[in-house]
């Protein structure tokens, strides 16, 4: 059987476009119906320091550059605004269909976590950490607009919060070191897209 006899696989459409968003700016939604578990695209940008990162947002005229960088694993961060791809107009959402995961080569890929439908709007978590004081304009420029039923309101992650250790009195029994307050996990800046 010659090759031009073969039938052929009939290309598949790509899995998302990018257009404006009712959540905010531009928006990624499904060309087609996409399955549980598959891997939508890769986030794509310029691997830079997070110096270099806090740089960036400070020339850009503050932190809203920040929506836009990827933290890695190493303590880099992918800039999605330098060389990125569509995959930087993914918003956030309280309720996303999607997550985005770390692979052990340090690219990130978005992943579906459920059916979503052709048309459907993509959208994933992604608590930006902000390490200035979350102020009101500030809490204003990170507002969540996802409309979700437990939509926190902000794409902010909550700031750790500083324990204080508790005096201890004459009569207070002694407690062991492995007992003491746990320390605050540090969390890395996590993705953020909005269009």
């Known amino acids: 059987m010659?090759?031009?006899?073969?039938?052929?696989?009939?290309?598949?459409?790509?899995?998302?476009?990018?257009?404006r968003s009712s959540v905010h700016g531009n928006g990624v939604?499904?060309?087609?119906?996409?399955?549980?578990?598959?891997?939508?695209?890769e986030y794509g940008g310029r691997e830079i320091t997070?110096?270099?990162?806090?740089?960036?947002?400070?020339?850009?005229?503050?932190p809203h550059n920040h929506t836009f960088f990827f933290s890695l694993a190493n303590g880099n961060v992918i800039d999605g605004g330098d060389h990125g791809n569509e995959a930087r107009y993914i918003n956030h959402s309280c309720e996303p269909n999607c997550e985005?995961?770390?692979?052990?080569?340090?690219?990130i890929f978005i992943y579906a976590l459920y059916d979503?439908?052709?048309?459907e709007e993509l959208s994933y978590?992604?608590?930006?950490?902000?390490?200035?004081?979350?102020?009101?304009?500030?809490?204003?420029a990170f507002a969540c607009r996802c409309g979700a039923a437990n939509c926190s309101g902000t794409?902010?992650?909550?700031?750790?919060?500083?324990?204080?250790?508790?005096?201890?009195?004459?009569?207070?029994?002694?407690?062991?070191?492995?007992y003491g307050p746990a320390l605050a996990a540090v969390q890395s800046p996590q993705p953020a897209a909005p269009g």
């Open 2 to 19: 010659s090759s031009a006899s073969q039938p052929e696989n009939p290309p598949v459409p790509p899995a998302f476009r990018v257009e």
């Open 50 to 62: 997070w110096d270099e990162a806090q740089l960036r947002a400070e020339v850009q005229g503050g």
């Open 116 to 119: 979503i439908r052709q048309d």
């Open 100 to 107: 985005a995961i770390e692979e052990e080569d340090g690219r």
């Open 155 to 178: 794409m902010l992650a909550p700031k750790p919060r500083k324990r204080r250790p508790k005096a201890v009195t004459p009569d207070a029994p002694a407690v062991p070191a492995e």
């Open 125 to 140: 978590s992604y608590p930006l950490i902000y390490e200035g004081r979350h102020t009101p304009a500030i809490k204003r």
């Open 29 to 41: 939604f499904a060309q087609r119906d996409i399955a549980p578990g598959e891997r939508i695209v």
